[in-house]
């Protein structure tokens, strides 16, 4: 999805990865966006996801997740992301500080999940499995 | 610890995806949730319950002052 940010492209690459036959809908589902739109909020932005008329929907059609975390070059607490299906098809991405201002670019990012309060290299599967369920 | 203050809900859009009524009901679940649960400087994670809706709260403690980032029904 040429598109996306690196960053939104990484990120949701690192959402999106894992056995969870949920995951693996919505990583078919990523490969036929067609169009993004984005709007920044000046503490992180929006991007609104278009998808070809053809993507089958999940069974559950209203989910919210997000377990990854950014270290971003100018952003001393980092940034979080969030994942937003409706209607059973991804819908959009949300990207957030702690209360500092987004950067107006990012050309260097580092990419974690949140464990318990913590940045870890390894996913919590069991917690998002139940989130899933 | 103590938070001494909320930021919360930076921009426009965000206020208009959540409303004030919501915003500020987050506020004070959440900086009621911390108080409660002494929650002391780092990232956050919790749920709060707003009208009929349980809504998870993120944010970070800097120095005792909550910082939330988003908030959204799961």
Redesign the interface.
Known sequence: MSDLTRLEQAVMEKLLDGDNPLLQDLRKQFEEIESVER?F????F?TKFRLAPNVRPLSKKS???GDVAATIPGLK?GA?F?L?VRGGVLDQL?G????EFWPTDVPDFGLGY?VK??VKRERDTEALDK?FA | MWPRCL?YF?????RQHRGQGHREAIQQGTLLAARTQGLGD????MSVQVGSSLVTV???I?DGVI?I??A???
């Open positions: 709007k909020t000046g503490a992180g929006f989910l919210t997740f607490n979080g969030l937003f949300e957030y500080t702690y209360g949140i309060g913590q989130a | 930021e930076y921009s426009s859009q965000k780092g990232l956050f994670e993120r944010g970070n800097i910082n980032a988003t959204f029904i799961p």
